[in-house]
């Protein structure tokens, strides 16, 4: 089976340094927030020139950190439609949320100037909004955290995303650009009025076990063993987002003359080709026959988040309706050997 993933690939590829990793952690005594959660905290801020960076256990919970560390609870926050549900659902646990439709990739699109309390914008797929345009739509007080989960590595401009907005998360798990055993995630910010709040705040409230309570908070202290993963695999990360592109360039090529639409990056944005994602109306029979050849596939993504979580549920928002029924997530991973990926084509091209 071709899958859109391998972790036994992955392991193979960094086993000695991973190997002798997991013994120091396990020697050292040390497995909570120890060495290898704060040598990648120093990676993060060095790739984005962020002047901190705090581990935490989930891309979830970096999500929930930022809104409890930036004092967003009961307030007013703008939402993409279409991701996901991680990208949301922390913001509506807590707050009033305003759905805003997307663009023909994927991607938040804010039709006029907003006032919200905070505004959410998702890197989906690796790509990033134009945030310079982004910037020009909202008010001076509006607190923007940046969902960068799938973004790690693409540029906006020549800079690296995570270097835009109040806070900017990152996620870590299989599938994610920086894969790990599990999840995990990141915050980065520069505001020095945030680096207690973010602390105390992914400790439950606390900045030690005989500090007082001084926040709302959840537990998301790191781990050492995820920590050491990731430490070693951002030493990849240039390596890996070249094989994922020259796989992406391959497929746009065979399937030039198909009837279909890629989601593609803008001018602005160098992806980082976290997935390939193509759109057709009958997704579903493709699902299938690639699956009955052997090619597992992956439907990006399903919700429309204003049923849900929305207060008007007649909003229309039909570019999320179109890229939920039409989506398809292909093989792209950069462990496929030439092979592979020549087979994903020259099968998808047959079922045309």
Request: overall charge positive; proline content about 2%.
């Given at each position: 089976m071709i899958d859109i993933k391998s972790s036994a690939r992955l392991y193979n590829e960094t086993k000695g340094e991973l190997d002798y990793a997991i013994n120091d952690v396990y020697t050292s005594g040390t497995v909570m927030d120890g060495k290898y959660c704060q040598l990648v905290e120093e990676k993060l801020k060095k790739l984005t020139g962020r002047k901190y960076a705090k581990l935490v256990s989930s891309g979830t919970a970096s999500l929930m950190v930022s809104l409890l560390a930036n004092n967003l609870k009961n307030k007013t926050i703008a939402c993409t439609n279409y991701s996901y549900v991680a990208s949301v659902n922390q913001a509506a646990l807590i707050n009033n949320v305003d759905f805003f439709d997307v663009d023909k990739n994927g991607l938040i699109n804010i039709p006029h100037n907003i006032s919200h309390d905070a505004v959410i914008p998702v890197s989906l797929y690796g790509n990033t909004i134009d945030y310079d345009n982004f910037f020009t739509k909202i008010t001076n007080n509006t607190k923007v955290i940046v969902d960068c989960a799938q973004s790690l590595g693409t540029k906006y401009k020549g800079k690296y995303d995570g270097a835009y907005g109040d806070t900017a998360i990152f996620s870590f798990s299989q599938t994610k650009p920086i894969p790990c055993a599990g999840t995990h995630g990141a915050i980065v910010w520069d505001d020095d009025n945030l680096t207690e709040q973010i602390k105390l705040t992914s400790n439950n409230g606390k900045l030690g076990r005989d500090t007082p309570i001084a926040n709302f908070g959840i537990n998301a202290v790191p781990y050492e063993i995820q920590a050491c993963q990731?430490?070693?695999?951002?030493?990849?990360?240039?390596?890996?987002?070249?094989?994922?592109?020259?796989?992406?360039?391959?497929?746009i090529d065979q399937f030039k003359n198909l009837p279909l639409k890629f989601i593609e990056s803008n001018d602005y944005c160098e992806s980082n080709h976290h997935k390939f994602i193509i759109i057709l109306d009958n997704k579903n029979a493709l699902h299938n026959f690639l699956k009955n050849n052997n090619i597992n596939t992956a439907k990006h993504y399903t919700d429309n988040f204003n049923d849900f979580f929305g207060k008007d549920k007649n909003k229309k928002m039909p570019n999320t309706e179109?890229?939920?029924?039409?989506?398809?997530?292909?093989?792209?991973?950069?462990?496929?050997?030439?092979?592979?990926?020549?087979t994903v084509a020259e099968t998808l091209k047959k079922f045309f």
């Open positions: 990731i430490y070693i695999n951002l030493d990849y990360l240039n390596k890996w987002q070249h094989k994922r592109k020259q796989i992406s360039k391959y497929y179109y890229l939920c029924n039409s989506t398809l997530g292909l093989p792209n991973h950069q462990w496929l050997t030439d092979a592979e990926v020549e």
